[in-house]
């Protein structure tokens, strides 16, 4: 399984924008349910700062494959004021934090 962080900050006029992209995401992985990914995004207190946490048993990544994703992605530069930087983990632990997912597979 390929784990994979991503963490960036989004200019707050674009909060709002952003907000509904990765929405929109969601519900179209809540329709279309791809196996093989576990897939988590999370906002920081500060409301701009967001992470996002994705675990892929597959080769290909099925977030790529999504219509929802694939907009998410576009002028993802322009709504950012520091850019989306991935970093591939190596999972030391986990406690169900993929519980809730998991359980609708």
Same mark, same amino acid.
């Given at each position: 399984?390929? !784990? !994979? *962080? ?9 909060? %709002? ?6 929405? =929109?995401?969601?519900?179209?992985? $809540?329709? $279309?349910? +791809? =196996? /093989?990914?576990?897939? &988590? ?7 701009? &700062?967001?992470?996002? *946490? $994705?675990? *892929?048993?597959? $080769? @290909? @990544?099925?977030? #790529? =494959?999504?219509? #929802?994703?694939? @907009?998410?992605?576009? /002028? *993802?530069? %322009?709504?950012? %004021?520091? +850019? +989306?930087?991935?970093?591939?983990? #190596?999972?030391? /632990? %986990? ?5 809730? #997912?998991? &359980?609708? &597979?």
């Amino acid at each position: 399984m390929r !784990t !994979t *962080i991503v963490r960036y900050k989004v200019k707050p006029a674009r909060l %709002d924008e952003h907000v509904a992209l990765v929405k =929109a995401v969601f519900e179209e992985l $809540s329709r $279309s349910r +791809p =196996a /093989g990914l576990r897939y &988590s995004a999370v906002r920081a207190a500060d409301g701009v &700062s967001f992470t996002h *946490i $994705s675990a *892929i048993e597959a $080769s @290909n @990544n099925p977030l #790529s =494959a999504l219509a #929802s994703f694939q @907009n998410f992605q576009r /002028g *993802i530069a %322009d709504r950012c %004021d520091e +850019p +989306p930087t991935p970093v591939e983990v #190596s999972v030391v /632990g %986990d406690f169900a934090l993929f519980a809730e #997912s998991a &359980s609708r &597979s």
